[in-house]
């Protein structure tokens, strides 16, 4: 069945640079897009930016001077990159098909 | 980038009510418009899809609908377990963008 798994630091210093990686299984990276959501505490639904099934990219306007998204198919992991992290990146993370979602990790940015 | 404006932020209800959660899209999307549940500590349910899409698994007494640029989350009786927040996402172009959700409480 279809699982998708982050994982990555629970704790990053400000300014530092974050990676974060979903590992994927019942499905193939070259045949789904796969994105990046996060979620402040408390607060709302932001997309970050997602890979495509071809392997480009998009970004949310706000953070793509900051953010990578990549992928191993060979391992089938996608990576997210995001520095110059700052205290308002504090927010549990997703990567999701929008129909399956992952169990997200939270990631706490200590100044 | 295409704004989603979701109202109500807070909706109280009654068990049995039938509630309506709406979002206008700043640009034509056309039915490129997901509705997504999210409870307490857990990632968000895909609800609704395409618009009007019931997505698997998804009870029936959920059902989406658009009028132009307005797109509705609707329950037609309200049951305990709906009690959660609400968001609705556009993919017609990147950036996607969510609206800012939709608290649904009991009264």
């Known amino acids: 069945q279809v699982q998708l798994k982050e994982s990555g630091p629970g704790l990053v210093q400000a300014s530092e640079t974050l990676s974060l990686t979903c590992t994927v299984s019942g499905f193939s990276l070259t045949s789904y897009h796969v994105s990046w959501v996060r979620q402040p505490p408390g607060k709302g639904l932001e997309w970050m930016g997602r890979i495509r099934s071809g392997g480009s990219t998009d970004y949310n306007s706000a953070l793509k001077s900051r953010l990578s998204i990549s992928r191993d198919t060979s391992k089938s992991q996608v990576l997210l990159k995001m520095n110059s992290l700052q205290t308002e990146d504090t927010a549990i993370y997703y990567c999701?098909?929008?129909?399956?979602w992952g169990q997200g990790v939270m990631v706490t940015v200590s100044s | 980038d295409i704004q989603m404006t979701q109202s109500p932020s807070s909706l109280p209800a009654s068990l049995g009510d039938r509630v309506t959660i709406t979002c206008r899209a700043s640009q034509d999307i056309g039915n490129y418009l997901r509705w997504f549940q999210q409870k307490p500590g857990k990632s968000p349910r895909l609800m609704i899809y395409?618009?009007?899409n019931l997505a698997a698994g998804v009870p029936s007494r959920f059902s989406g609908s658009r009028s132009g640029s307005d797109y509705s989350l609707t329950i037609s009786s309200l049951e305990s377990e709906d009690m959660a927040d609400y968001y609705c996402l556009q993919s017609k172009e990147s950036p996607f963008t969510f609206g800012a959700g939709t608290k649904l409480e009991l009264k």
């Open positions: 999701t098909l929008f129909d399956y």
């Open positions: 395409g618009a009007t």
